[in-house]
């Protein structure tokens, strides 16, 4: 019986690690700020609409080139049929609807 007991514990604690977020994985998740990760959030800037033009966040992502396309980081141009991605809890910090 105490075989079961420390299975289920153990798998419990491997679910939740596997969902948190990360820092140091290129986001700036809604629990990460640049205080807390600045590898993943210490570019301020918010990208605009369209080419990217120098080191930015889309949408959670920092990139440095490409497109940002309603928050949404891509190699290709945007295409105006796009539809904004849902905002994420805690600050808006591109094109998303709510």
Same mark, same amino acid.
């Given at each position: 019986?105490?075989? !079961?007991?420390?299975?289920?514990?153990?798998?419990? /604690?491997?679910?939740?690690?596997? *969902? @948190?977020?990360?820092?140091?994985?290129?986001?700036?998740? /809604?629990?990460?700020?640049?205080?807390? +990760?600045?590898?993943?959030?210490?570019?301020?800037? =918010? +990208? @605009?609409?369209?080419? =990217?033009? $120098? #080191? +930015?966040?889309?949408?959670?992502? /920092?990139? *440095?080139?490409?497109?940002?396309?309603?928050? !949404?980081?891509?190699?290709? @141009?945007? $295409?105006?049929?796009?539809?904004?991605?849902?905002? /994420? #809890?805690?600050? =808006?910090? $591109?094109?998303?609807?709510?």
């Amino acid at each position: 019986m105490p075989i !079961r007991i420390v299975a289920i514990v153990t798998t419990l /604690a491997l679910t939740t690690a596997c *969902s @948190e977020s990360k820092c140091g994985d290129g986001q700036c998740d /809604a629990s990460e700020s640049m205080e807390t +990760c600045p590898e993943d959030c210490s570019t301020t800037a =918010v +990208c @605009e609409q369209g080419p =990217v033009i $120098s #080191d +930015c966040i889309c949408g959670t992502i /920092a990139v *440095s080139s490409g497109y940002c396309c309603n928050g !949404r980081a891509q190699t290709t @141009e945007c $295409s105006d049929a796009q539809t904004p991605v849902s905002c /994420a #809890d805690g600050l =808006v910090t $591109s094109a998303c609807t709510c």
